[in-house]
Every structure is written in structure tokens, then in C-alpha cells.
């Protein structure tokens, strides 16, 4: 049975860090790609960020660029993201989602949309206040 369980959301001033964590079992973890996701009530879910865990290939929306880091250990089948400088509209709920045959770099438009994505976690809330 495949699972991802996310966790490391909360409530965190402007300008403060967080890191999430999704902790994976029942695939191969290098056979697949990793991704980042949130959501915002009335809008559409979107991709934060991406890694490839084969080849650690990473890919980010413009909005994160330069402040949250997505990485896997493979020892753990896991995946972070660090979100460092976090803005108010950072403010979603985060999920983490697994797509199988990503495991290699495969181009911006697989990785980045969530239809190719085949397994989710639940979601943890990020809260950013001003």
C-alpha cells in the first residue's frame, strides 16, 4: 500500500521558516518523481516545487525562487521542503504527491502538473501571518 504523510505545517510569523517533511512507503522511490503542491479555498491546487529522486533534478514556481529548498533522502524515502522568508500569501495547505515514472527528469511539464501525479498525501496548513 502506498503512503506519503506530510507534516511540518503550522502558524509562523512573516518572515519565518518552516520545513515539511513526506515520509513515503510502498514504491520505489527512485521510479518516481516528487512534487510540492498548494491550495488556497477557491483556487486551483498549484505546484510549488518538484524533485526528480532519481536524479535530484529540482523545479520551482517563480513565487518560491531563491526561498524554499526541496530535497529527498533516499535513505529514508522521504522529502523536504525548507521555506525560509515565508510570506502571508504563502498561506495553504501544503501536499506532498508522488508520480511514478518521474524518477528521471522528465521536462517542466510533467513535473510541474498534478494530473501526472499519481498518489498524495494529506495536506498540512501552512498559516503566514502579517
Known amino acids: 500500500e502506498v503512503q506519503l504523510q506530510a507534516s511540518g505545517g503550522g502558524l509562523v510569523q512573516a518572515g519565518g521558516s518552516l520545513r515539511l517533511s513526506c515520509v513515503t512507503s510502498g514504491f520505489t522511490f527512485d521510479d518516481y518523481g516528487m512534487g510540492w503542491f498548494r491550495q488556497v479555498p477557491g483556487k486551483e491546487r498549484e505546484m510549488v516545487s518538484s524533485?526528480?529522486?532519481?536524479?535530484?533534478?529540482?523545479l520551482y514556481t517563480d513565487s518560491v525562487k531563491g526561498r524554499f529548498t526541496v530535497s529527498n533522502d533516499k535513505a529514508k524515502n522521504a522529502m523536504f521542503l525548507q521555506m525560509d522568508s515565508l510570506k502571508p500569501e504563502d498561506t495553504a495547505v501544503y501536499y506532498c504527491?508522488?508520480?511514478?515514472?518521474?524518477?528521471?527528469?522528465?521536462?517542466?511539464?510533467?513535473?510541474?502538473?498534478?494530473?501526472?501525479?499519481?498518489?498524495w498525501g494529506r495536506g498540512t496548513l501552512v498559516t503566514v501571518s502579517s
Open positions: 524533485i526528480s529522486n532519481s536524479d535530484a533534478t529540482t
Open positions: 504527491a508522488a508520480a511514478s515514472g518521474l524518477g528521471k527528469w522528465s521536462g517542466p511539464f510533467y513535473h510541474k502538473n498534478a494530473a501526472w501525479y499519481d498518489y
